[in-house]
C-alpha cells in the first residue's frame, strides 16, 4: 500500500485557546476552579472548605472578605 503523507492542516494554527486558569487570592494557588465574587476576588475549593466555618451560615451563600457580597455556591 502507498503510504500517504498527512497533510497538516493544523500547522500555521495555534490551537491555544485562551485557557486562563485563576489565581486563587486566599493561598495564591493556580486552580482550575475558583469560587469568584463579583468584586473579582476569588477562592479555590479547598481555601473554600478550610474557610467555610467563616465564610458561610448556612451553606448556600458565602461571604466575599473584600466586599462583603453574598455570593451563592453553584450559581456562578
Ligand atoms: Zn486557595
Ligand atoms: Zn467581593
Known amino acids: 500500500m502507498s503510504q ?3 497533510p497538516r492542516t493544523n500547522a500555521g494554527k495555534s490551537r491555544r485557546r485562551q485557557n486562563r486558569s ?3 487570592h486566599c493561598c495564591g494557588a493556580d486552580v482550575m476552579f475558583c469560587w469568584q465574587c463579583r468584586c473579582g476576588f476569588s ?3 479547598s481555601c473554600m472548605y ?3 466555618w467563616g465564610m ?3 451553606g448556600i ?3 466575599c472578605p473584600d466586599c462583603g457580597a453574598q455570593n451563592g ?3 456562578q
Open 56 to 58: 458561610t451560615c448556612n
Open 61 to 63: 451563600t458565602w461571604e
Open 73 to 75: 455556591y453553584g450559581n
Open 43 to 45: 477562592m479555590c475549593q
Open 22 to 24: 485563576k489565581i486563587c
Open 4 to 6: 500517504q503523507s498527512r
Open 50 to 52: 478550610e474557610n467555610q
